[in-house]
């Protein structure tokens, strides 16, 4: 396994050991699978990789399963090291989100959003997602607008924003990977933003993308306690923008099922007098008034190019309490 540390180490800039994991602690693992394959622990970035050395032909469902049965009996990520495949099995194992490191060659790693590939005699590019996914999107929000995040473990995290641990778990990677903040601690992993809330903004804003995901206009009211109110209708709050007729809401993923009934008609967009935005994770959650955050509101109108409606986004970022 020297090869695979080296690897590690040397594309990550970081130092991490190898021990093999002792045969009693695989007891829980059925025959087949204790016996099929070389298990070691590493420690990357405070998080324990159980790395499954694959000694036969495989295919990619057949390791996939593998790999998720071991991952539950162990409860540690698990990454499958291999020999070096065709370019189309590489693929296969990326598609069905096989975690993979070929030493020397490409590591994959989706669980801590790591994926590197050798092109030729060229150095390792370390490929992070363009754009910030809506989760950690969410998280930094958090953070930054209602209450800080310093001193609450990912499981605390985890809680209460209604995530489950292993998507904040991903987050905190992202986090770690692109400078945002450091994971510390070891059993249990906290976030340590070393930068300023002004800085994190700085640095996270052009990752972070509009967190609408859809709209439908409506005729009619609504009195829903669960939506807030967005767009326009919030912009008009913040700043000395003049409101419109049409009210805007924001709500969670998923919760258009609620939305309707005799007081409240789908229509024609010409039509409407209420719009309902469905956003891609729970503007509630970031505010303690009826209005969405100022943060998120900004997102949504960045690429507007309105006069008005540039200036009034200036003044919403220079009133934000850093």
């Known amino acids: 396994m020297n090869e695979v540390v080296n690897y590690i180490n040397e594309v990550l800039g970081t130092r991490v050991t190898y021990k093999k994991i002792a045969p009693e602690k695989l007891k829980n693992l059925p025959f087949f699978l204790a016996n099929g394959y070389d298990f070691g622990e590493i420690r990357l970035y405070n998080q324990k990789i159980v790395l499954l050395s694959v000694k036969d032909d495989f295919t990619t469902e057949v390791l996939r399963t593998h790999i998720d049965n071991v991952q539950k009996k162990l409860n540690a990520i698990v990454v499958a090291v291999i020999p070096p495949v065709d370019a189309y099995k590489r693929l296969r194992l990326i598609e069905k989100r096989v975690p993979f490191i070929i030493p020397g060659k490409q590591m994959y790693m989706p669980d801590l959003l790591i994926s590197l590939k050798e092109y030729g005699n060229t150095r390792v590019d370390n490929q992070q997602p363009a754009t910030m996914?809506?989760?950690?999107?969410?998280?930094?929000?958090?953070?930054?607008?209602?209450?800080?995040?310093?001193?609450?473990?990912?499981?605390?995290?985890?809680?209460?924003?209604?995530?489950?641990?292993?998507?904040?778990?991903?987050?905190?990677?992202?986090?770690?990977?692109?400078?945002?903040?450091?994971?510390?601690?070891?059993?249990?992993?906290f976030l340590n933003f070393e930068k300023t809330k002004r800085e994190l903004w700085d640095i996270a804003e052009p990752k972070m993308t509009n967190p609408i995901n859809k709209t439908q206009f409506y005729t009619g009211y609504t009195l829903d306690q669960n939506l807030k109110k967005a767009n326009i209708s919030a912009l008009a709050y913040y700043t000395e923008l003049n409101d419109e007729q049409v009210e805007f809401f924001a709500m969670p993923p998923g919760y258009g099922r609620f939305i309707g009934g005799v007081n409240l008609k789908p229509i024609d967009p010409m039509e409407g007098n209420v719009c309902i935005e469905e956003w891609k994770y729970d503007p509630a959650l970031l505010t303690k008034t009826e209005y969405i955050d100022s943060l998120s509101l900004y997102l949504c109108f960045r690429e507007n190019k309105n006069e008005r409606i540039e200036m009034a986004l200036e003044k919403l970022i220079e009133k934000f309490p850093w």
């Open 133 to 189: 996914q809506p989760a950690a999107q969410l998280i930094l929000l958090y953070h930054l607008q209602v209450e800080t995040l310093e001193g609450l473990n990912l499981g605390m995290i985890a809680e209460r924003l209604r995530y489950n641990p292993m998507t904040v778990t991903r987050a905190a990677f992202y986090f770690h990977n692109t400078g945002l903040c450091k994971i510390e601690g070891t059993k249990e992993k």
